[in-house]
């Protein structure tokens, strides 16, 4: 097995030194034929996909779970439509960063380039083998997808489909490879191949992100846990409050810039913790707060210090009214992912204040937390969203795939 | 002792929150303070590195190591005019990186912030001491610098004498703190303080770095191993080429940008080999060459695989002769440490294919390795050339001391 995964990625790397100069009408016709191809094998996939679906279905898996693994027509042609759309974006590769004339005449010149092998480590929706290896193949990067057993069927049929497109297209095939997950170790083999993977970016659970962290000896990105919180000020205006709570609590639960927290100050607490505690409650939504949110509703649920760290990914808050903006602040510092924290407030200083001290990728100043996405962005595609304090945080689309080499050219320059 | 490191990581996030909204004025202050305390101090610096230098010499320590430790009254006032300049340079916090209005109204700006607590692990020269701690300082981050037990004495008196300096400036003395280096797991605690600190940055010899990047569970920046090379292609002005070879080995030989090996293409051999080999004998440095090399000259060694994977950091360097420019890129990618590659030729095709190949921080055409540098880049300070390949590659400056965040403004947008 030892050998499957390190094959797989000297393979990636022959690969990825002939994708690093492919230029991008070759990569982006390589996409079309991707995804054309995705969409004629609609029925191989949703095939593969039932017996994914059987098997977990009959392991006892939860239905929301099976959600996330099961595929429609509709949802294959959506990932094969993403595929697609990636052919329309510009090239990161080539671009220049940065470029001067030094003092002594050398001209310098930082310019973004591949960063060559990228293993992804993720959980059970099939769409992200589609979404990783269209980013990946348009950066110029090759991939080792490494996706959970419970999708192989489903993801075994994507790669095949994708790796004969691409192939036809006049890009190596091995710039996309699954790596069988059948056995757990492949998944450690693949953290652990210092100088054949330069980068790993796991995505899925909590667990799943603390293991890859503690075991990788490559460099990772960890990605996408959101304990998220939105903060009302004193001097919000409490429809918008009210508006904005429910959306990032409701609008679609089971993502990771969805809203864990509530907090409210408590200047407005005694007018907006009843009718947020009713508009959540009607909204389904179950409480964990404190003594003042119990106050306002005998449905709500005590809160505890694991409920403020809890990520939820379903319909349920934990919920805290603070002393001041200070109190929020540290709140937030204690329970953050560092993922997204919002504030609602009409008042300048405190939102600059707020958003200077939460150390998140993302701050978001009278809006929904739902905003952080590369889509909504405009990056137009995305890999994940970087909860990593390294120089890519947040959302990374296509130039966050990339890093980058100082070319310096001279006439004979030599250092005196 | 697990305690000293959580401790002081404790105190240095208090100060990190502080310093993270520190305006410019009060950081540049301190830096000036640190300067003039720093040249105040120099008798009572020289002292301590006196005891250090005499310890060293009786535990038999090489010479050229000492002279790495050594201290003199004109390497003090050079450090810390290093610190002073700091404050001159921009403040690399609160630049927007890029901004935006996206199509529904929303106001996206990517603004740098610092990571937080950096965790500095470095061996012998206590020159590293101020360096980072100025350049953390001004980037707006706290720093826990673990030196070598070796430079124990001169580290505490430069940390003292910063942290007087700065904490009267009115910047937190625990943004510059120093761990016990006595304690060898001390360093292994500071790279898995998840959590607590953000960054490890290893300064050092391959072995140090090799330890940090497979014992870290914070992310880590490596640095500074450099396996550079000079490749003379068929095209060179041979002149020009021997001045670079020679500026490249010769010039400064402890560095990480200093060249360990060279690649001749075939078609200029005949000349170029006895040329080379005839100056760099002149100027001392021992030769592993191949066949070629060893024909030109008797003093010549037989080079192996080890020769050509290896950092001499001294007057050595490896030698071999190509069959053509794929095979010295062929070469580079198999023993490179992707630090620094310069490629003499007239050809732009083949300039233009070794930087897109050689998989390389920089690339070098027509330029001496030796200019792979933050001062000589105009980047004004660097703690240190990043051989990682994440996004910040290359010399570090003080923007690659920075992370972002995104900041988005609305007006009580919620997602549809």
Do not use: W
């Not at 191949?193 to 990788?216: F, M, N």
């Amino acid at each position: 097995m030892k050998q499957h995964v390190e094959e797989a990625a000297r393979r990636a790397r022959v690969a990825a030194g002939l994708l690093a100069t492919t230029p991008r009408a070759v990569k982006d016709a390589a996409l079309n034929a991707a995804a054309d191809a995705l969409v004629t094998a609609t029925d191989r996939i949703l095939e593969a996909n039932a017996k994914d679906v059987a098997d977990a279905r009959a392991g006892g898996t939860p239905e929301h779970v099976i959600d996330r693994l099961a595929l429609d027509a509709g949802r294959v042609a959506a990932f094969a439509q993403g595929v697609r759309d990636l052919a329309a974006l510009a090239d990161p590769v080539g671009e220049v960063v940065r470029g001067s004339t030094l003092a002594n005449g050398l001209r310098m010149q930082q310019i973004r380039v591949p960063f060559g092998v990228i293993g992804m480590i993720y959980e059970g929706r099939p769409n992200v083998t589609a979404d990783a290896a269209g980013i990946c193949l348009k950066s110029g990067n090759a991939v080792l997808l490494r996706g959970s057993s419970s999708a192989a069927h489903s993801n075994a049929v994507i790669v095949d489909v994708f790796r004969e497109a691409i192939a036809a297209a006049g890009v190596p095939a091995d710039a996309v490879q699954g790596i069988d997950a059948s056995d757990r170790s492949s998944a450690t083999e693949l953290m652990q191949a210092r100088g054949l993977v330069d980068l790993v970016i796991p995505r899925g659970g909590a667990g799943l992100i603390q293991t890859v962290v503690e075991q990788s000896t490559v460099p990772v990105i960890e990605t996408g846990v959101g304990n998220c919180h939105v903060y009302v000020d004193a001097d919000a205006d409490l429809d918008m409050a009210l508006s904005i709570a429910l959306n990032a609590k409701t609008q679609r639960t089971s993502v990771c810039n969805a809203a864990e927290s509530l907090l409210v100050h408590k200047a407005v607490a005694d007018e907006f913790v009843p009718r947020v505690t009713g508009a959540l409650r009607d909204a389904g939504v179950v409480i964990h707060g404190d003594a003042a949110f119990e106050a306002a509703d005998p449905d709500v649920l005590p809160a505890t210090d694991e409920d403020y760290a809890t990520e939820y990914l379903g319909l349920e808050i934990s919920a805290r009214v603070v002393e001041s903006l200070d109190d929020a602040i540290a709140h937030i510092r204690q329970f953050s992912s560092h993922h997204t924290e919002a504030i609602v407030t009409r008042d300048l200083a405190a939102a600059q204040r707020f958003a200077a001290s939460v150390d998140a990728a993302a701050v978001m100043v009278n809006a929904s937390t739902r905003f952080t996405d590369g889509g909504e962005f405009g990056f137009g595609a995305e890999i994940g969203i970087s909860t990593q304090k390294m120089h890519a945080r947040g959302p990374m689309g296509l130039q966050e795939m990339t890093t980058t080499t100082y070319v310096v050219t001279g006439d004979g320059h030599i250092r005196a």
